[in-house]
């Protein structure tokens, strides 16, 4: 526990692993312009794509701070590109505080805390579909000005409705979870043998 | 200098950070139409002023395709996709002020200077160095993609699965390596120094820049009234 401190060349590693993070959401965002349903599951498959480096940077960096670090990267970067607006460095910032106390409760070099952190930061994600519910208003006014039906508004009502906000949480914990087991997989196939962890 | 000069305009990048803030909240709580193609309107020139000619003329086709599709397009589909375009168009149409911004920030801020401005607001090396590296490692990423894929013709893999692990597998191990091999490089350029960094590019605000803060504390003021 003497050596808890991030150092330069965890650093770089979290910086690097971040990019790679990134790199994979944005890749399986590219289908989702089509329709918005893929973008409520949105959180969920790039927590599943992504959750490999995720493995491998913190079985790299067990120390405090690299998942939260890399929530907080993700998301001023999400924001400072606009694919996603503000609300995602508040999403990512909590989603990884909550990751850090899991990795803090079963210690840092558990897999159980590292899988946890993983569900919780693909939860930061949801930053990015979110404003859906806030802009409500917007679809509200919108309908009223072209005169649509009930059957319109329950519609759209069912699919931002706080039932389809919690599906989507729980969505993108389970995908970052798995996506972390599929991390252990690889990393106990390829990198312990090579002596990278 | 290194500054990225282009257009008559040069902005602090303190400034358009706090002026993408300002939009960013304020689109959240704006629902009128007219006032979203003022804000729009008055993006575009000031991308023209600070020389972003292409991301201006492509925000402003694309902003006028969306409108466009909502008023002449919509009203004739089906109500079955309807729902679903329609919030695809709204959200894309509100998010393009942000778009916008985000584009002008890339494309006429060197990561130096953004470094510089971070530390100015005090924000711990400890985000500003990692923030810095992922940046910077992007193109990389781009680069090492291809030869991964190239490697794969050669080898005829197939498969999906197979696929993807042949993909993942490299690009963790070169980035790990990459990692090792740029720490030792900057932390033989000294980047351990606990002092301040300092820059040798002038960085101060200008009229424009207290001009456009000006503006981004009225939308904030404006959002925070509309809510």
Redesign the interface.
């Known amino acids: 526990m003497e050596n808890n401190k991030l150092k330069v060349k965890d650093l770089v590693n979290i910086g690097i692993f971040s990019a790679l993070y990134m790199a994979i959401a944005m890749v399986v965002m590219l289908p989702v312009g089509i329709t918005p349903v893929l973008w409520l599951l949105w959180p969920g498959i790039a927590g599943l794509f992504g959750g490999a480096f995720f493995t491998l940077l913190l079985a790299k960096v067990p120390k405090m701070g690299s998942a939260l670090l890399l929530a907080i990267i993700s998301g001023i970067l999400f924001f400072a590109t606009g694919e996603c607006t503000w609300v995602i460095i508040v999403t990512f910032a909590v989603a990884g505080i909550l990751g850090e106390i899991a990795r803090k409760i079963f210690g840092y070099k558990s897999f159980k805390g590292i899988a946890l952190a993983g569900g919780f930061s693909a939860i930061g994600f949801i930053g990015s579909p979110l404003p859906m519910w806030l802009f409500q208003e917007s679809y509200m006014k919108s309908i009223e000005e072209m005169g649509m039906g009930v059957e319109y508004v329950e519609g759209l009502q069912s699919m931002i409705s706080v039932g389809s906000f919690i599906g989507m949480l729980a969505v993108a914990f389970v995908g970052g979870f798995i996506g972390t087991l599929i991390g252990r997989k690889m990393l106990k196939k390829h990198f312990e043998k090579a002596g990278i962890v | 200098m290194g500054t990225m000069k282009k257009g008559i305009l040069v902005l602090d990048p303190r400034t358009k950070?706090l002026l993408?803030?300002g939009i960013?909240?304020y689109?959240?709580t704006n629902?009128y139409v007219w006032a979203e193609i003022i804000v729009m309107a008055a993006l575009i020139i000031l991308l023209l002023l600070c020389g972003v000619y292409k991301a201006a003329l492509k925000s402003a086709v694309t902003y006028i395709t969306l409108l466009a599709i909502?008023y002449f397009l919509?009203?004739f589909c089906p109500?079955i996709i309807?729902?679903?375009l329609?919030?695809?168009v709204?959200?894309?149409r509100?998010?393009l002020p942000?778009?916008?911004?985000?584009?002008l920030?890339?494309q006429t801020t060197p990561i130096r200077l953004l470094m510089h401005a971070l530390q100015r607001w005090h924000l711990p090396q400890?985000?500003i160095?990692?923030?810095?590296?992922?940046?910077r490692?992007?193109p990389t990423?781009r680069e090492e993609q291809q030869a991964i894929s190239d490697a794969m013709k050669l080898r005829n893999v197939h498969g999906v699965f197979q696929k993807l692990?042949y993909i993942?597998?490299p690009?963790?191990?070169s980035?790990?390596t990459?990692?090792?091999e740029?720490?030792q490089a900057?932390?033989a350029r000294g980047?351990?120094n606990p002092r301040p960094k300092t820059c040798a590019v002038s960085m101060r605000f200008h009229i424009q820049d207290y001009v456009l803060c000006f503006v981004a504390i009225v939308l904030l003021i404006i959002a925070f009234v509309l809510l």
Do not use: G, H, Q, R
Not at chain 2, 98 to 103: E, S
């Open positions: 950070i993408l803030l960013n909240i689109v959240f629902s909502k919509l009203p109500e309807l729902t679903s329609n919030i695809v709204i959200t894309f509100k998010l942000c778009v916008t911004l985000a584009t920030l890339v400890t985000v160095i990692p923030l810095a590296i992922t940046v490692y992007f990423l692990e993942y597998v690009l963790m191990l980035a790990s990459t990692a090792d740029l720490s900057i932390t980047i351990d």
